[in-house]
């Protein structure tokens, strides 16, 4: 399967700020935002233009899909999808986004970044409800279980994420970092999902 695989710390300098794709260095004076805050490139310092407003929803989509690590057919699917679904385009397409087993293992700590997150997943070290999945995509549903499985809990690199994981108060994830294992408690409302984003432009953007 495609993916990207040039320097992640390009894609946070082309937007201008911190999308934390690489874990704990992006708190730290390494970060690249920190030392080069301008676009990558040789005429990265240069660049001083009006921006229309089709370039703002175009930044928008991109700060979004690269947040979550996805090639552009992905998510317009997810876009295709919440559309499809009654409620708030915008707000639904961010719900199916926050709902993918990559990222909840991201949230919940377990992986330093939702990349990270997304091997560890496919390298079948997650349980859902008892039974392994190796989807990052998989939809997880409320009231579902996700646990690392019993021959993976000795791996240094997620002990090591949860050393350093700062708990945000996501009040619709339970975590239980003894038995390795959360759950996801209900599909989280707009406000409780901690992205900067204006969801509606590209809303605005792929309607057209």
Not at 15 to 35: M, Q, S, V
Not at 111 to 138: C, E, M, N, T, W
Not at 165 to 178: E, H, I
Request: glycine share 8%.
């Amino acid at each position: 399967m495609a993916r990207y695989r040039d320097a992640n710390c390009k894609l946070c300098r082309r937007e201008g700020e911190k999308l934390f794709l690489k874990g704990h260095r992006c708190f730290t004076d390494k970060c690249a935002i920190e030392r080069r805050g301008y676009a990558p490139g040789q005429h990265g310092q240069s660049r001083r233009f009006k921006v229309s407003n089709y370039g703002l929803q175009l930044r928008e989509k991109q700060k979004v899909r690269r947040i979550y690590g996805l090639l552009e057919n992905q998510f317009h699917n997810y876009y295709v999808t919440a559309s499809g679904k009654v409620g708030v385009t915008g707000e639904i397409l961010l719900q199916l986004l926050e709902c993918r087993l990559d990222n909840l293992v991201f949230r919940l700590g377990f992986a330093a970044s939702r990349k990270a997150a997304r091997q560890l997943v496919r390298h079948r070290h997650f349980l859902i409800d008892g039974r392994i999945v190796d989807v990052p995509s998989y939809q997880v549903k409320p009231g579902q279980v996700i646990k690392v499985k019993d021959k993976s809990k000795t791996l240094d690199s997620i002990h090591d994420s949860l050393k350093e994981f700062a708990q945000t108060d996501l009040g619709w994830l339970s975590l239980n970092k003894a038995a390795l294992e959360g759950q996801l408690l209900e599909v989280p409302k707009r406000q409780d999902i901690p992205i900067t984003a204006n969801e509606q432009l590209i809303v605005e953007l792929y309607s057209k």
